[in-house]
């Protein structure tokens, strides 16, 4: 088994700026796509960036120009870079990634984090 811990949520003013991490608690693993997700009460799940093994990226709309995910693969960790935040990016955040344990690949989810922008 493998856990994802993220880390870097908080309370910002708009304008202002956090970064996001998500490690796998374990380097030994191999680790595919990864991606971060936002959820607000009562609305979908939206995926907010994602990124290939091969760091090829991925970004949904609302965040393109602002945000930057990167990953680490020698620490099997991913980042978001926000920046320029607003009320609206105010959300759950939650690190998504695909791992191969024992040859089969599985999809593993982080606990989330709280990510508030306020105006």
């Keep these: 088994q493998v ?4 880390s870097g949520g908080g309370l910002v003013q708009a304008g ?3 970064r996001l991490s998500c490690a796998a608690s374990s380097s030994s693993v191999r680790i595919g796509d990864m991606r971060w997700y936002r959820q607000t009460p009562g609305n979908q799940r939206e995926l ?3 990124i290939s093994i091969d760091g090829i990226t991925n970004y ?3 965040t393109k120009g602002r945000f930057t995910i990167s990953r680490d693969n ?3 960790t991913m980042y978001l870079h926000m920046n320029n935040l607003k009320p609206e ?3 759950v955040y ?3 990634a695909d791992v191969m344990i024992r040859a089969r690949w599985g999809t593993y989810w ?3 984090t709280q990510v508030t922008v306020s105006s």
């Design 3 to 6: 856990q994802l811990v993220e």
């Design 16 to 18: 202002e700026s956090l």
């Design 48 to 50: 907010v960036a994602r």
């Design 60 to 62: 949904a709309d609302s």
């Design 74 to 76: 020698a620490k099997n």
């Design 89 to 91: 990016d105010t959300a």
């Design 94 to 96: 939650s690190c998504s």
């Design 110 to 112: 982080g606990q989330g």
